[in-house]
Nanobody
Framework: QVQLVESGGGLVQPGGSLRLSCAAS????????MDWYRQAPGGKQRELVA????????NYADSVEGRFTISRDNAKNTVHLQMNSLRPEDTAIYYC??????????????WGQGTQVTVSS
Protein backbone atom coordinates (compact mmCIF):
# COMPACT_ATOMS: atom_id res chain seq x y z
CA GLN A 1 0.00 0.00 0.00
CA VAL A 2 1.21 3.50 -0.88
CA GLN A 3 0.55 6.69 1.05
CA LEU A 4 1.17 10.29 0.05
CA VAL A 5 1.14 12.81 2.89
CA GLU A 6 1.19 16.55 2.16
CA SER A 7 2.27 19.32 4.50
CA GLY A 8 3.02 23.03 4.38
CA GLY A 9 -0.28 24.64 3.45
CA GLY A 10 -1.71 27.65 5.23
CA LEU A 11 -2.72 31.29 5.01
CA VAL A 12 -0.37 33.77 3.37
CA GLN A 13 -0.66 37.37 2.18
CA PRO A 14 -0.46 38.22 -1.52
CA GLY A 15 3.15 38.33 -2.63
CA GLY A 16 4.18 35.86 0.04
CA SER A 17 5.66 32.37 -0.20
CA LEU A 18 4.82 28.86 0.93
CA ARG A 19 6.57 25.53 0.53
CA LEU A 20 4.51 22.38 0.19
CA SER A 21 5.97 18.94 0.77
CA CYS A 22 4.68 15.48 -0.10
CA ALA A 23 6.20 12.36 1.39
CA ALA A 24 5.55 9.01 -0.26
CA SER A 25 5.76 5.78 1.71
CA UNK A 26 4.87 2.14 1.30
CA UNK A 27 5.66 -0.51 -1.28
CA UNK A 28 7.41 1.67 -3.84
CA UNK A 29 9.64 0.19 -6.49
CA UNK A 30 10.27 3.30 -8.54
CA UNK A 31 8.62 6.54 -9.60
CA UNK A 32 7.33 7.49 -13.02
CA UNK A 33 6.24 11.04 -12.14
CA MET A 34 5.21 13.14 -9.17
CA ASP A 35 2.89 16.09 -9.56
CA TRP A 36 1.02 18.81 -7.76
CA TYR A 37 -2.59 19.53 -8.70
CA ARG A 38 -4.96 22.10 -7.26
CA GLN A 39 -8.69 22.56 -7.04
CA ALA A 40 -10.01 26.06 -6.55
CA PRO A 41 -13.10 26.83 -4.43
CA GLY A 42 -16.10 25.82 -6.47
CA GLY A 43 -13.86 24.31 -9.12
CA LYS A 44 -15.03 21.15 -10.78
CA GLN A 45 -11.70 19.80 -11.93
CA ARG A 46 -8.24 19.55 -10.52
CA GLU A 47 -5.66 21.58 -12.43
CA LEU A 48 -2.15 20.27 -13.01
CA VAL A 49 0.21 22.81 -11.45
CA ALA A 50 3.64 21.21 -11.75
CA UNK A 51 5.15 17.86 -12.70
CA UNK A 52 8.51 16.22 -12.01
CA UNK A 53 9.21 13.25 -14.26
CA UNK A 54 11.49 10.28 -13.75
CA UNK A 55 14.01 11.74 -16.16
CA UNK A 56 14.21 14.92 -14.12
CA UNK A 57 12.17 17.09 -16.47
CA UNK A 58 9.75 19.61 -14.98
CA ASN A 59 6.57 21.09 -16.40
CA TYR A 60 4.43 23.94 -15.12
CA ALA A 61 1.03 25.41 -15.77
CA ASP A 62 1.28 28.75 -17.55
CA SER A 63 -0.37 30.45 -14.57
CA VAL A 64 2.49 29.49 -12.21
CA GLU A 65 5.50 29.47 -14.56
CA GLY A 66 8.30 31.54 -13.06
CA ARG A 67 6.69 31.67 -9.61
CA PHE A 68 6.51 28.01 -8.55
CA THR A 69 9.31 25.45 -8.48
CA ILE A 70 8.90 21.70 -8.10
CA SER A 71 11.77 19.62 -6.78
CA ARG A 72 12.33 16.09 -5.58
CA ASP A 73 14.41 14.51 -2.85
CA ASN A 74 15.03 11.01 -4.19
CA ALA A 75 16.52 9.70 -0.98
CA LYS A 76 13.44 10.66 1.01
CA ASN A 77 10.78 9.92 -1.66
CA THR A 78 9.60 13.48 -1.20
CA VAL A 79 8.51 16.15 -3.64
CA HIS A 80 8.35 19.85 -2.82
CA LEU A 81 6.53 22.79 -4.35
CA GLN A 82 8.07 26.17 -3.63
CA MET A 83 5.45 28.83 -4.27
CA ASN A 84 6.58 32.47 -4.51
CA SER A 85 4.77 35.69 -5.39
CA LEU A 86 1.49 34.11 -4.40
CA ARG A 87 -1.75 35.63 -5.69
CA PRO A 88 -5.33 35.37 -4.44
CA GLU A 89 -6.15 33.23 -7.46
CA ASP A 90 -3.66 30.62 -6.20
CA THR A 91 -6.08 29.88 -3.38
CA ALA A 92 -7.02 26.21 -3.64
CA ILE A 93 -6.64 22.79 -2.15
CA TYR A 94 -3.32 21.42 -3.39
CA TYR A 95 -3.03 17.70 -3.99
CA CYS A 96 0.08 15.60 -4.38
CA UNK A 97 -0.13 12.90 -7.04
CA UNK A 98 2.27 10.14 -8.04
CA UNK A 99 2.45 7.60 -10.83
CA UNK A 100 4.71 4.93 -9.45
CA UNK A 101 5.62 1.29 -9.74
CA UNK A 102 4.90 -1.01 -6.80
CA UNK A 103 6.68 -3.82 -8.64
CA UNK A 104 8.71 -4.14 -11.83
CA UNK A 105 5.53 -4.16 -13.94
CA UNK A 106 2.72 -2.71 -11.78
CA UNK A 107 2.11 1.00 -12.31
CA UNK A 108 -0.42 2.76 -10.12
CA UNK A 109 -1.79 6.26 -9.59
CA UNK A 110 -1.97 7.65 -6.06
CA TRP A 111 -3.29 10.84 -4.44
CA GLY A 112 -2.65 12.61 -1.19
CA GLN A 113 -5.42 13.98 0.99
CA GLY A 114 -4.83 17.60 0.00
CA THR A 115 -3.62 20.69 1.83
CA GLN A 116 -5.35 24.08 1.85
CA VAL A 117 -3.52 27.14 0.56
CA THR A 118 -5.24 30.48 1.09
CA VAL A 119 -3.81 33.72 -0.27
CA SER A 120 -5.55 36.70 1.26
CA SER A 121 -4.81 40.00 2.95
Amino acid sequence: QVQLVESGGGLVQPGGSLRLSCAASGSISSFYAMDWYRQAPGGKQRELVARFTRGGATNYADSVEGRFTISRDNAKNTVHLQMNSLRPEDTAIYYCHADLFTSATTLGSYWGQGTQVTVSS
